[in-house]
């Protein structure tokens, strides 16, 4: 029985769309909340990590160039709630936060009714 064999151009198509559609290859680890920053490349292409797994609380493996690196994650999963501003907020009206990352638990960096930031609860 005659093998069965494709020409160059549907070989190359073929083995083109095999490779869209495999994930990235970061290790085994289970991926943690949050996304990571953008980082400045490290021209040193440091391999501090392979997943979410191998770095510490609530670090994230993020690539930085060709670097991996754990790195503090900047946003956190949900959006913020719209603020009703026709309504007085009551609160402190300062800033508690810069980004997701400095709230705790699930909570999200967002804009008060007073115009500035505060750790609020999200929606999903």
């Known amino acids: 029985m005659p093998a069965c064999r494709l020409g160059p151009l549907p070989a190359a ?3 083109g769309l ?3 559609g495999l994930p990235a290859v970061t290790g085994t680890g289970a991926e943690k909340t949050g996304v990571c920053p953008k ?3 490290d021209l040193n292409c440091t391999q501090e990590c392979q997943s979410d797994s191998e770095c510490a609380d609530n670090l994230k493996c993020c690539q930085a160039g060709c670097a991996t ?3 503090v994650p900047n946003e956190k999963k949900g959006s913020c709630p719209l603020v009703d501003t026709s309504f007085p907020q ?3 009206c300062q800033d508690q936060c810069e ?3 400095q709230c705790p638990g699930q909570k999200k960096c967002c804009r008060n009714g007073c115009g500035k ?3 609020v609860t999200p929606n999903f």
């Open 18 to 20: 095999l490779l869209l």
């Open 90 to 92: 009551l609160g402190l």
């Open 13 to 15: 198509l073929l083995l």
């Open 39 to 41: 980082l400045k490349a």
């Open 117 to 119: 930031v505060s750790c």
């Open 99 to 101: 980004v997701d990352s």
């Open 69 to 71: 690196l754990c790195s």
